[in-house]
């Protein structure tokens, strides 16, 4: 039956060549963005994943400049306990050569005064933004450590958490007391033999102790930016458009929306059809 009220083949390439441009749209937009899911609409519940991992990426990001700084404050403080340990050795050849008797006691007393100075300004110089771990006042504030926020770490969806490294103080200051170093004479410098050996093996185990945890702050760091790296490419696998799949279904929806556009307007003109209908 036909009919000049209701062209239903009208309406069927309506709703066809509709469906074809929001189509169109959604690759136009896909293209554009280059996400496949870019809002709530499009998938709720891949879209909500996709922003919780957003929020933890951000939260190592924050963690990676965390560890940059612990790094550098433990650096700093290894290195100055490094050079006080070459120090240490240095005034140990010093010690043993004023156990003999025909040296110049005075000047290799003078010798040592000038290294007890300057191990005392590497003890103080040996702070990064403010915090010294060769100290025995480490912040300023009696810490005797610092903390490291070191990872964030997600127990379902709602429940995390946030771990730390804590690097604790040598004290320099306190454990390396260079005032029991006496070479007036060759008796006094047999004595400090064993004392400088004991300063020694402090600065050393210092000096370990300091590596040990730039070793292992370092550590985490690499791990937390491979950790990164790979929830950014799980969030992009997530959201992210194939490109080049996107570009062959919009030539596709394109050759539709053409054809689409062309049923539609031999549909609009079929109801003319019926005027033949009325010529006598």
Sequence with gaps: MSSILTNNSAMVALQ????????????????????????????????AISKVMESDVSGFKAVSKSLALGESTVAVASAGAEQITDILKDMKERIIAATGENVDHAKIGAEITEMTGQITDIINASQFNGANLLATDVDGNGATDITVTSSINRVGATSVTRTDITVAGVDFEADLDLSDIDVSD???????????????????????????????????????????????????????????????????????????????????????????????
């Design 16 to 47: 066809t060549l509709k469906s074809v441009n929001s189509n169109l749209a959604k690759t136009q937009d896909m293209i554009s963005t280059g996400k496949e899911i870019g809002k709530a609409k499009d998938n709720s519940a891949i879209w």
């Design 186 to 280: 060759a008796a006094s410098a047999d004595t400090s033999v064993a004392a400088i050996e004991a300063h020694i093996q402090t600065a050393v185990n210092g000096a370990a102790e300091l590596g040990a945890s730039a070793a292992r702050i370092s550590g985490q760091s690499d791990f937390v930016s491979k950790l990164t790296d790979a929830m950014t490419s799980g969030i992009g696998s997530l959201v992210d458009a194939d490109m080049e799949a996107t570009s062959a279904r919009l030539q596709a929806l394109q050759v539709q929306q053409q054809l689409s556009t062309q049923s539609l307007s031999i549909a609009n003109q079929a109801p003319q059809a019926i005027l033949s209908l009325f010529r006598g």
